[in-house]
T-cell receptor
């Protein structure tokens, strides 16, 4: 069974701080996606990474896929209250998408 | 959410009743996926369908649950004789292709409450 472990589970920070959340597995994935989910809504796709070592930037968000394609990280610079939400990573190999349990981020103004 | 529509958004059923959840994928997408999410949990895959075919139902309970994606109309997730443990948010996602690093676009979900 493929598992994705996300850490930390909860994170509360002040506006303007930087943070990194992690997504780790013992399995290799052909691609990995990051989603953000707000209360009462469905997950919204942020990015897909495919190549080991790949780095993608989306404004203040930086996503990295590990060299071995088993792990990923999301770094947010100068967090804002609008970044608050549940961040989910999802990996795909031959099976359907496997989701982690997410990191619940709260950015306090 | 890239145009995936789900209805109803909220559904309340008494134990033993049937629940029908509908999903209209993004126009042009022929692949539909259903997931279940419990509070403070990630999404658990249930079933993957293409038009008129079930491709993978490995995550769906063998009893009481069924899914279809007819040639015309929305995909339906059907739960018969609901129990309290079925209370959850059910999300539908669609994608345009199966192979490669496809991306799934999620609907807003249906929140099922079984009383």
């Amino acid at each position: 069974t493929q598992l994705l472990e996300q850490s930390p589970q909860f994170l509360s920070i002040q506006e303007g701080e930087n943070l990194t959340v992690y997504c780790n597995s013992s399995s290799v994935f052909s691609s990995l996606q990051w989603y953000r989910q707000e209360p009462g809504e469905g997950p919204v796709l942020l990015v897909t990474v495919v190549t080991g070592g790949e780095v993608k930037k989306l404004k203040r968000l930086t996503f990295q896929f590990g060299d071995a394609r088993k792990d990923s990280s999301l770094h947010i610079t100068a967090a804002q209250p609008g970044d608050t939400g549940l961040y989910l990573c999802a990996g795909r190999s031959r099976t359907p998408l496997v989701f982690g349990k997410g990191t619940r981020l709260s950015v306090i103004a | 959410n890239a145009g995936v529509m789900q209805n109803p958004r909220h559904l309340v059923r008494r134990r033993g009743q049937e629940a029908r959840l509908r999903c209209s994928p993004v126009k042009g997408h022929s692949h539909v996926y259903w997931y279940r999410q419990l509070p403070e949990e990630g999404l658990k895959f249930m079933v993957y369908l293409q038009k008129e075919n079930i491709i993978d139902e490995s995550g769906m309970p063998k009893e009481r649950f069924s899914a279809e994606f007819p040639k015309e109309g929305p995909s339906i997730l059907r739960i018969q004789q609901v129990v309290r443990g079925d209370s959850a948010a059910y999300f539908c996602a669609s994608s345009p292709q199966r192979g490669g690093p496809y991306e799934q676009y999620f609907g807003p979900g249906t929140r099922l409450t079984v009383t």
